[in-house]
């Protein structure tokens, strides 16, 4: 599922617009890969797409998306695919009011 949302400022001119693809955040959700030194022989894994970086995310996205209707249509794609996502989502959106 892909969202597009963004924001224009049009006191300040700041426009910008951002297309989220969630089926990749769900899938990459606990993955780790490989970025240790080939040279020394030293393996260091990480997250993929840290819970951190998928908070602000979906801050960015309750905050930013003003139809009710789309928030749900998210929540319940997240419902569906990931279940810990689906609940960070949905705090979110309570301590936003939303």
Same mark, same amino acid.
């Given at each position: +599922?892909?969202?597009?949302?963004? &924001? $224009?400022?049009? #006191?300040?001119?700041?426009? #910008?617009?951002?297309?989220?693809?969630? $089926?990749?955040?769900?899938?990459?959700?606990?993955?780790?890969?490989?970025?240790? &030194?080939?040279? &020394?022989?030293?393996?260091?894994?990480?997250? $993929?797409?840290?819970?951190?970086?998928?908070?602000?995310? !979906?801050?960015? +996205?309750?905050? &930013?998306?003003?139809?009710? $209707?789309?928030?749900?249509?998210?929540?319940?794609?997240?419902?569906?695919?990931?279940?810990?996502?689906?609940?960070? !989502?949905?705090?979110?959106?309570?301590?936003?009011?939303?």
């Amino acid at each position: +599922m892909k969202v597009v949302f963004g &924001n $224009s400022d049009t #006191w300040n001119g700041h426009n #910008w617009k951002m297309e989220v693809d969630l $089926s990749v955040i769900c899938k990459l959700e606990g993955k780790k890969e490989d970025v240790g &030194n080939k040279n &020394n022989g030293k393996c260091r894994y990480v997250v $993929s797409y840290p819970k951190s970086k998928v908070r602000k995310l !979906f801050k960015m +996205m309750v905050q &930013n998306i003003h139809n009710d $209707s789309t928030l749900d249509e998210i929540q319940n794609y997240l419902k569906g695919h990931s279940k810990g996502y689906e609940k960070l !989502f949905y705090e979110i959106r309570q301590k936003n009011g939303r």
